[in-house]
């Protein structure tokens, strides 16, 4: 072949690797509200930057016509940091398949020699059943190993695009985000499949829409609304994320003062333990310029996990919620805590507690769910973490649940108190009903006698006597809680040489 066939060919090969399904298939792609893999990308990566490779692969189609690939690998860069982007197109064989060609740093099991965070935008219904049907078929497309041992070197944030089965589901559920579109679904097999197979009969959205994920599964970190504002969350999503875990994340140049006093602290945290607030508030005075990334938002929702800035360093916050269930935690929270805690501690975020905790919820249906074992192994996680801790009591502090918060016993390098925190083994109320419920219930005037010994067990919850004993660090004004926050986040990035981890948390499950 002659200089000039080869270079027509190379354009001929080109042309068919950029085609996508039919127009028809595109046009109804269009109107279920979604953008071509291709448009994906241009709105996630830097104008200019994109560097697809594998664009020469191609399907052939049973009456032996040439077809591009469905899967669209390559790099690209988001805000100047390189990113390894793998992306269905589900306009041809809706995104299903088995191939799996071997260029380098396309997938998982390849990508920890190349630094890089990789971004997997998933709508495919998993594998081709015609191609893999059969001994050879099945055991040729099995999950590989490699992906399952990766030591989470490199972020990785998956997006759940369309109606996923199979392959991006497996990703998105060892992934470290993941974002779903709302209006998608995410399951292992759909319905068409379990229908035939189990005579069930279910809608996607049943089976694992995006309201599902959100409340009771917990396996997505956030949701869009359509396919544009999620690149917009990856992008946001990946800005907290290090390129690598031996690195901290990208510091922000802040204008927001570092001793900026909040006086709005004294009036959103109420006098009395008893009336609930929104938590959301208490981080919005603290953190820089009032932004922060929430995690899970309506998973668990007594646990507030997001991720934000002090003074331009990323941190990871974990706050109790009291407009739920008065901020206790049950089973799902727990699982929420040490998801955060693995991905916080992996990445070299340090973590910031604000608690405010009446203890656990507990009960027989907390009994089935296994909440000793789930409590265990949020406290686990908190003394395997070796980023620097820092713990700040907003208002309650109540029982072993003040120890999931980071207490005195889970390694907090700075365990300090409002001057509004209430702390002891329970509130007062319950603890003279249970310590003298007799003499109350025998008393010629019960309630005059109840709240004697109220008075009585409110004696030492003050943060005062924990202070002058040395188990508090220091009892502070709520509204110097920034500034003292941030000096000891200062303290301990000199202390420790930086926010490098030990990475005890690195080899844990992304999901518990």
């Not at 291709?38 to 052939?60: A, N």
Request: aromatic share 6%.
């Amino acid at each position: 072949m002659d200089k000039q066939a080869a270079l027509d060919e190379l354009k001929r090969r080109q042309e068919i690797g950029l085609q996508m399904g039919s127009p028809e298939r595109i046009a109804r792609h269009r109107e279920r509200g979604h953008i071509t893999v291709r448009e994906r990308i241009e709105k996630l990566v830097d104008p200019g930057t994109w560097m697809e490779e594998g664009l020469l692969r191609q399907l052939r189609s049973p009456d032996g016509r040439e077809m591009p690939a469905n899967k669209v690998n390559g790099y690209g860069k988001i805000d100047g940091r390189t990113v390894i982007v793998r992306a269905d197109d589900n306009t041809i064989l809706a995104g299903s398949g088995n191939v799996r060609g071997r260029s380098r740093g396309l997938y998982p099991e390849l990508t920890q020699e190349q630094n890089f965070p990789v971004i997997r935008l998933g709508e495919s219904g998993g594998v081709n059943m015609q191609t893999v049907q059969g001994s050879i078929g099945v055991l040729a497309v099995t999950y590989p190993a490699q992906n399952l041992l990766h030591p989470r070197r490199t972020p990785h944030i998956t997006a759940i695009m369309g109606n996923c089965f199979g392959d991006p589901t497996w990703t998105a559920a060892i992934s470290d985000l993941v974002v779903m579109v709302k209006g998608t679904c995410m399951a292992v097999s759909g319905p068409r499949v379990l229908e035939v197979a189990l005579e069930e009969k279910t809608t996607p959205e049943e089976l694992g829409g995006w309201q599902l994920h959100a409340e009771v599964t917990g396996l997505v970190d956030a949701f869009a609304e359509d396919d544009e504002h999620c690149m917009q969350i990856i992008r946001e999503m990946l800005s907290y994320m290090p390129q690598t875990c031996d690195e901290e994340p990208p510091r922000v140049i802040t204008n927001d003062p570092l001793d900026r006093k909040s006086e709005k602290l004294l009036k959103i945290i109420p006098d009395k333990a008893n009336r609930v607030y929104d938590m959301h508030q208490v981080i919005k005075e603290v953190v820089d310029d009032g932004k922060f990334f929430e995690l899970k938002p309506f998973f668990g929702k007594a646990l507030i996990t997001c991720l934000a800035r002090m003074n331009g360093r990323v941190v990871g916050i974990i706050a109790s919620q009291t407009m739920h269930n008065a901020g206790a935690a049950g089973a799902d929270e727990c699982e929420k805590a040490a998801s955060f805690i693995c991905l916080c501690d992996t990445y070299n975020i340090p973590l910031i507690h604000l608690a405010d905790t009446p203890g656990f919820l507990v009960g027989r249906p907390a009994e089935r769910r296994k909440i000793s074992l789930k409590i265990m192994t949020w406290m686990e996680a908190l003394a395997l973490a070796s980023v620097p801790k820092i713990t700040v009591i907003v208002r309650k502090a109540y029982g072993m649940a003040i120890s999931n918060m980071c207490g005195s016993n889970c390694g907090a390098d700075f365990l300090v108190s409002m001057t509004t925190g209430e702390i002891s083994f329970m509130s007062p109320e319950s603890a003279a009903n249970v310590a003298f419920r007799n003499r109350i219930e025998e008393a010629e005037d019960p309630e005059a006698e109840r709240q004697k010994y109220i008075r009585q067990m409110e004696l030492g919850s003050t943060p005062w006597d924990a202070a002058s004993v040395g188990l508090l660090e220091d009892v502070i004004d709520p509204r110097d809680t920034r500034k003292y926050i941030i000096d000891c986040l200062e303290i301990m990035h000199e202390r420790k040489n930086g926010f490098i981890s030990k990475k005890n948390l690195q080899p844990w499950p992304t999901g518990f």
